[in-house]
């Protein structure tokens, strides 16, 4: 029977150790002794669980941890950390190497370890392996294993959960692509595509998200020119759905850990080889900016009306990367009230989804709860949580910008 170790316990290793866990004896590991406390009580902050889903986990016999040696005896290691970006758009691989190097510290003969995290092609057997070989002094493929199985987790998505997303899986040998194709079948319900290489599985993983990023960089470059136009871009998009084979997407911030991240793994490794992505690279600089063209958008908007733009007060509603979700990761919220303050408005923002203290620690912003809209000469709806969709403001005296054209009076939309 397999032992299973799941290494981060966010958005992603949560909610699959749960799902492991109800066939196989699993160690949730974190090193984030807060995040460990809140789970031995029955809380995920993220909530991907509900206090029922994780109770139900421990009466399981899984335990959460962030102690080394509970993790000696297990066989399977599935690392679900993060893989960010640093401030030049470059990957940060440290989280990647830390977890590959405490793994190495309990790493014994013919382990399998898994990586679910998010890389350009090569990083699980060029980065991460070596410093498994390092520490455990055991050699790949012959003494210890690897896996690489990319995570699809949607946050805040209560239908495509785990078990219901397809799974690709990949292993370093023909043998253990079998083996770790078979570990998550038995768990994935949505069934799972085996492939070739590690290297494939990597592949696939990046160019998900990279196709995203490049199909709303074309939306939000064509409201940009309908806006011009004084065309309705919702409208536009409405029209063209009625073909069958037209993707619809809609306008809007580009954030998170995956979409506003990702791409730049591949670019990254793609012209460390000497070649330039100059279609994926320009998207991002679309999608990077519209932030900067939203708050823009709202002051040109504030001047036609009269109202002076120094010391005028401003509420944004929202700063969450996206709706009915707590994950304020990488949101590009924060771009439009630093351009807002750089023009001199005092901003205020409320978002009930998001965690106080984490936006402090994250952003040193602090969220109100209680506002009253007649307080403000222009209001900013950032995100399309579920409540702001019944929410009625009047545009008397102030502009209103619905970046997710929800409100049906808004001065400005995208």
């Not at 290297?199 to 990046?206: G, I, P, T, Y």
């Not at 939306?219 to 806006?227: Q, T, Y």
Request: proline content about 4%; hydrophobic content about 40%; charged content about 25%.
């Amino acid at each position: 029977m397999y032992k299973i170790c799941v290494i981060g316990l966010g958005y992603v290793g949560l909610p699959l150790a749960h799902a492991f866990s109800e066939k196989y004896e699993v160690v949730g590991f974190d090193i984030n002794i807060k995040r460990i406390e809140e789970l031995n009580n029955g809380f995920d902050r993220t909530e991907e669980l509900n206090e029922i889903q994780v109770k139900e986990a421990i009466d399981n016999g899984m335990k959460f941890s962030l102690d080394i040696n509970d993790i000696k005896d297990c066989n399977i290691y599935i690392v679900t950390v993060p893989t960010p970006i640093d401030r030049n758009n470059k990957p940060d691989l440290t989280p990647l190497i830390k977890s590959s190097q405490t793994v190495g510290k309990v790493l014994k003969k013919n382990d399998i370890v898994i990586y679910e995290s998010t890389v350009y092609p090569g990083v699980t057997e060029e980065v991460c392996v070596p410093e498994l070989e390092k520490v455990s002094g055991l050699k790949f493929n012959i003494d210890f294993f690897a896996g690489y199985s990319p995570e699809r987790i949607n946050p805040g998505d209560k239908e495509h959960t785990v078990t219901k997303i397809l799974k690709v899986t990949a292993g370093s040998t023909p043998e253990i692509a079998n083996v770790v194709d078979e570990l998550y079948s038995s768990i994935i319900t949505a069934g799972t595509h085996k492939c070739s290489s590690i290297k494939v599985a990597e592949a696939s993983k990046v160019i998900e998200n990279t196709q995203r990023d490049v199909n709303i960089a074309l939306i939000n470059e064509l409201s940009l020119i309908f806006n011009t136009m004084n065309i309705n871009t919702n409208e536009v998009i409405e029209a063209a759905a009625t073909k069958w084979n037209f993707i619809k997407l809609s306008p809007g911030l580009v954030g998170g850990h995956c979409i506003g991240v990702d791409p730049y793994y591949l670019t990254y490794k793609a012209e460390e080889l000497g070649y330039k992505p100059n279609l994926i690279l320009g998207a991002r600089q679309i999608n990077n900016g519209m932030a900067k063209y939203v708050a823009e958008r709202t002051i040109k908007l504030m001047i036609k009306k009269g109202i002076q733009i120094k010391d005028s007060r401003v509420l944004i509603l929202g700063i969450t990367f996206k709706e009915n979700c707590p994950d304020v990761r990488n949101t590009k919220v924060v771009d439009i009230i630093t351009e807002m303050q750089e023009y001199g408005c005092i901003v205020e923002v409320s978002d009930y989804w998001a965690d106080k203290a984490e936006v402090k620690h994250e952003y040193n912003l602090d969220l109100i709860e209680d506002y009253d809209f007649d307080d403000y000469q222009a209001v900013i709806l950032a995100v399309g949580h579920e409540e702001y969709r019944k929410l009625e403001i009047s545009n008397k005296n102030k502009v209103i910008f619905d970046i997710k054209s929800i409100l049906p009076n808004a001065d400005g939309r995208l």
